[in-house]
């Protein structure tokens, strides 16, 4: 995985950390959920990246 990915993946994530906690906080369900959604898109991107890499034998 490149180090680029590595980034935009954890910042993804990060980003969903952080929308579930306003959603949260502010009682927004909508917001939660999204938030929920970013970081299983960034755990699906990474996972993804970790098998390719897998493959290319790193």
């Not at 995985?1 to 993946?9: I, L, R, S």
């Not at 994530?13 to 906690?21: A, D, F, M, P, R």
């Not at 999204?34 to 970081?39: I, N, R, T, V």
């Amino acid at each position: 995985m490149g180090a680029d990915d590595k980034v935009q993946n954890s910042a993804e994530k990060l980003g969903g950390k952080v929308k579930e906690g306003l959603g949260k906080a502010t009682g927004n369900e909508s917001m939660e959920a999204e938030g929920h959604s970013d970081q299983a898109k960034g755990s699906a991107k990474q996972a993804g990246e970790n098998i390719k890499d897998a493959f290319k034998g790193k």
